[in-house]
Protein backbone atom coordinates (compact mmCIF):
# COMPACT_ATOMS: atom_id res chain seq x y z
CA UNK A 1 0.00 0.00 0.00
CA UNK A 2 1.61 3.00 -1.37
CA UNK A 3 5.08 1.59 -1.18
CA UNK A 4 7.68 1.41 -4.13
CA UNK A 5 9.55 -1.64 -4.57
CA UNK A 6 13.49 -0.63 -3.54
CA UNK A 7 14.81 -1.12 -7.11
CA UNK A 8 12.07 1.59 -8.14
CA UNK A 9 12.16 3.61 -5.54
CA UNK A 10 15.86 4.29 -5.57
CA UNK A 11 15.43 5.35 -9.53
CA UNK A 12 12.27 7.66 -8.84
CA UNK A 13 14.20 9.13 -5.81
CA UNK A 14 16.52 10.33 -8.63
CA UNK A 15 13.94 12.39 -10.70
CA UNK A 16 13.32 15.85 -9.55
CA UNK A 17 9.55 14.79 -9.20
CA UNK A 18 9.52 12.66 -6.52
CA UNK A 19 12.69 14.27 -4.82
CA UNK A 20 10.62 17.00 -4.48
CA UNK A 21 7.73 15.30 -3.01
CA UNK A 22 10.28 13.49 -0.36
CA UNK A 23 12.10 16.36 1.03
CA UNK A 24 10.82 15.51 4.17
CA UNK A 25 13.59 12.07 4.51
CA UNK A 26 16.72 15.03 3.91
CA UNK A 27 14.76 16.59 7.18
CA UNK A 28 14.32 13.52 8.97
CA UNK A 29 18.74 13.27 8.92
CA UNK A 30 19.03 16.07 11.15
CA UNK A 31 19.40 14.60 14.99
CA UNK A 32 16.57 15.70 17.65
CA UNK A 33 14.90 18.41 15.45
CA UNK A 34 12.10 16.72 13.41
CA UNK A 35 11.45 14.87 16.81
CA UNK A 36 10.79 18.31 18.81
CA UNK A 37 9.18 19.89 15.75
CA UNK A 38 6.59 17.17 15.29
CA UNK A 39 5.47 16.92 18.92
CA UNK A 40 5.02 20.65 19.49
CA UNK A 41 1.74 21.54 20.62
CA UNK A 42 0.60 18.09 21.02
CA UNK A 43 1.62 16.86 18.04
CA UNK A 44 -0.34 18.94 15.82
CA UNK A 45 1.80 17.98 12.77
CA UNK A 46 0.77 14.31 13.17
CA UNK A 47 -2.97 15.45 13.57
CA UNK A 48 -2.49 17.62 10.24
CA UNK A 49 -0.75 14.75 8.59
CA UNK A 50 -2.99 12.03 9.16
CA UNK A 51 -6.77 11.24 7.82
CA UNK A 52 -9.36 9.64 9.67
CA UNK A 53 -11.65 9.68 12.80
CA UNK A 54 -8.30 8.53 15.08
CA UNK A 55 -6.09 11.14 15.12
CA UNK A 56 -6.16 11.30 19.14
CA UNK A 57 -5.19 7.53 19.15
CA UNK A 58 -2.28 8.39 16.56
CA UNK A 59 -1.22 11.69 18.18
CA UNK A 60 -1.48 9.83 22.26
CA UNK A 61 0.92 7.14 20.54
CA UNK A 62 3.72 9.35 19.00
CA UNK A 63 4.05 11.20 21.85
CA UNK A 64 5.14 7.91 24.22
CA UNK A 65 8.86 8.29 24.94
CA UNK A 66 10.91 7.30 22.15
CA UNK A 67 7.71 6.48 19.70
CA UNK A 68 8.82 9.86 17.35
CA UNK A 69 12.08 8.84 17.62
CA UNK A 70 11.68 5.06 16.51
CA UNK A 71 9.00 6.38 13.06
CA UNK A 72 11.82 8.96 12.01
CA UNK A 73 14.72 6.36 12.48
CA UNK A 74 12.91 4.40 9.95
CA UNK A 75 13.38 7.35 7.36
CA UNK A 76 17.06 7.90 8.98
CA UNK A 77 17.64 4.61 7.77
CA UNK A 78 16.50 4.44 4.29
CA UNK A 79 19.41 6.96 3.47
CA UNK A 80 22.23 6.31 6.08
CA UNK A 81 22.21 2.50 5.42
CA UNK A 82 21.32 1.82 2.12
CA UNK A 83 24.39 0.66 0.90
CA UNK A 84 25.00 -1.91 3.89
CA UNK A 85 21.79 -4.02 3.13
CA UNK A 86 22.44 -6.79 0.37
CA UNK A 87 19.10 -7.23 -1.29
CA UNK A 88 20.39 -9.91 -3.62
CA UNK A 89 19.24 -9.30 -7.33
CA UNK A 90 16.12 -7.53 -5.39
CA UNK A 91 14.06 -9.93 -7.41
CA UNK A 92 10.04 -10.77 -5.62
CA UNK A 93 9.16 -14.47 -6.78
CA UNK A 94 5.83 -14.90 -4.36
CA UNK A 95 2.97 -13.52 -5.83
CA UNK A 96 2.48 -9.43 -4.26
CA UNK A 97 -0.38 -7.04 -4.67
CA UNK A 98 0.19 -3.39 -5.06
CA UNK A 99 -2.62 -1.29 -3.91
CA UNK A 100 -1.92 2.39 -4.93
CA UNK A 101 -3.82 5.83 -4.08
CA UNK A 102 -3.38 7.71 -7.14
CA UNK A 103 -3.16 11.27 -4.79
CA UNK A 104 -0.54 10.22 -2.92
CA UNK A 105 1.76 13.51 -1.72
CA UNK A 106 4.41 11.74 -0.81
CA UNK A 107 5.26 9.68 -3.82
CA UNK A 108 4.64 10.25 -7.26
CA UNK A 109 2.82 7.48 -9.25
CA UNK A 110 6.07 6.95 -11.23
CA UNK A 111 6.98 4.64 -8.37
CA UNK A 112 4.48 1.84 -9.48
CA UNK A 113 5.85 1.88 -12.78
CA UNK A 114 8.45 -0.88 -14.08
CA UNK A 115 7.83 -2.94 -10.80
CA UNK A 116 7.25 -5.75 -12.60
CA UNK A 117 10.42 -5.80 -14.09
CA UNK A 118 11.07 -6.69 -10.18
CA UNK A 119 8.14 -8.62 -9.14
CA UNK A 120 7.60 -12.31 -11.09
CA UNK A 121 3.93 -12.48 -10.21
CA UNK A 122 2.76 -8.62 -10.01
CA UNK A 123 -0.65 -7.07 -9.33
CA UNK A 124 -1.40 -3.56 -9.24
CA UNK A 125 -4.55 -1.88 -8.28
CA UNK A 126 -4.70 2.19 -8.13
CA UNK A 127 -7.13 4.38 -6.22
CA UNK A 128 -8.47 7.26 -7.83
CA UNK A 129 -8.83 10.19 -5.37
CA UNK A 130 -7.19 8.49 -2.43
CA UNK A 131 -4.04 9.79 -0.78
CA UNK A 132 -1.03 7.83 1.02
CA UNK A 133 -3.30 6.49 3.48
CA UNK A 134 -5.81 4.04 1.11
CA UNK A 135 -6.03 2.10 4.40
CA UNK A 136 -7.51 4.25 6.49
CA UNK A 137 -9.10 6.64 3.51
CA UNK A 138 -10.60 3.61 1.46
CA UNK A 139 -10.65 0.80 3.76
CA UNK A 140 -13.98 -1.17 1.72
CA UNK A 141 -12.12 -0.80 -1.23
CA UNK A 142 -8.59 -2.07 0.00
CA UNK A 143 -10.29 -4.92 1.56
CA UNK A 144 -12.40 -6.10 -1.56
CA UNK A 145 -9.52 -5.83 -3.55
CA UNK A 146 -7.55 -7.73 -1.19
CA UNK A 147 -10.30 -10.32 -0.28
CA UNK A 148 -10.41 -10.65 -4.14
CA UNK A 149 -6.93 -11.49 -5.05
CA UNK A 150 -5.83 -13.65 -1.68
CA UNK A 151 -9.37 -15.72 -3.67
CA UNK A 152 -7.66 -16.37 -6.41
CA UNK A 153 -5.13 -18.43 -4.36
Same mark, same amino acid.
Given at each position: ?????? +?? #?????? +?????? +????????? /???????????? #???? /?????? #?????????????????????????????????????????????????????????????????????????????? /????????????????? #???????
Amino acid at each position: MNVPHP +KV #GEREIR +KWRQFW +KSWYIFFFQ /IPWLPERLLLRK #GASA /IRRALI #GDDLNIYAAAVQRPGAMTAMINYYRALLRHRDSVDLGDARIDVPTLMIWGEEDVALNIGCTEGTEEWVADFTLHRLPG /ISHWVQVEAPEAVNGIM #GEWLDGF
